[in-house]
């Protein structure tokens, strides 16, 4: 299968506390980063024989100008073979809608945004250390269909300290409103390192813990399912399947992918690597002539089939049977037939078309389920 391409855009105009992607606030050297992504893509160009997706994360890619990503979209083509129907995805956060911006980017070829709306909650919004509003979000989604796109989602968070299951439907109401093809929805969750672990621990608010969270889950899984958006994988949904993210698809069914810029892995063959998480050892290094790469893993047996299951039980398509059997030499239904038994009479899997798929409640705890197969 084609590969998919990622391109992290590590610059941000200020840090949200309770992000653990790697950024900087040192905006300034776009065009180095810029002239660096070239000589990386340079370095891949025969190693991957085509694409059919890119994503352009970060970070903030919004930050960038016109001239910027045309600069990165051109050295894309001039280096790799797209295919002509490639998803192109952008993600943008809502402060930096402009219509103008919005249709030359349509312009350019990309065809998917992703918003970073978060919350229509002001307070909630200041909470997470967002520098938008939520009046934003609503100017940036009519600035988006304005400039041509149809294929547009939005980022919200649950979980928020205080928040109750009424706070969240709002949310969710409100994003509804605005007619998204897909809508990612994540638990709100204090990573190691970031500003909102450290107040955590301090006492300054908790979360919610597990029965609590496992309501949010299935609340915003029957009323996306009354809308009849499709949830395709625990943290998203789509109006219908053309418009699941093609890209991500590749991360959980371990289809090789290309990631560039600081902090972003790649994986083929079994092998994944990863590149530097500095901006200055990532420019340093592409100006030394050597690729970023900080580390790598191979990936045995053992390692793929627990990935397998691990990132198969979180997607509604589940593990396919055969499939398994063919690449890892195990039939689970013999194999695991106690373990199964038991998680499908507690309706946390279910068994249908040769594929054993998760239930809504399996989703919310499919960590747990691939750990016990």
Known sequence: MPAGLYIHVPFCKSKCPYCHFYSTTETGCAARFIDALDREMRGYRHRFAAFDTIYIGGGTPSLLTIADLDRILAAVHRHFTIAGDAETTVEVNPADANGAWFSD??????NRIHLGGQSFSAPALQFLGRRHTPQDIYEAATLIRGAGFDNFGIDLIWGLPGQNLADWRRDLTAALYLEPAHLSVYQLSAEPGTP?????????????????SLEFFLATDDLLGRASFLHYEVSNYARR??????HNG??????????????????QDGRRWWNHRNL???????????????GSETLGPNELRL???????RTADGI???????????????????ILAALISEALLIIAEDCLKPTARGMATADRLSIQL
């Open 307 to 313: 990935e397998t299951l691990f990132l198969g039980l």
């Open 241 to 246: 399947p053309e418009f699941s993210s093609r």
């Open 320 to 338: 396919d049977l055969s499939s398994f059997r063919r690449r890892f030499g195990e039939e689970l239904r013999e194999t695991r037939k106690e």
């Open 250 to 267: 590749k991360y959980w069914r371990h289809v090789p992918y290309l990631g560039l810029g600081p902090s972003a892995h790649s994986f």
């Open 196 to 212: 909102l672990r450290r107040r955590l621990r301090c006492g300054e608010f908790s979360l919610p813990g597990e029965e609590p």
């Open 105 to 110: 980017l349509h312009g350019l070829g990309v």
């Open 280 to 294: 200055n050892e990532y420019l340093a290094s592409l100006a030394d002539g050597r690729l970023p790469v900080a």
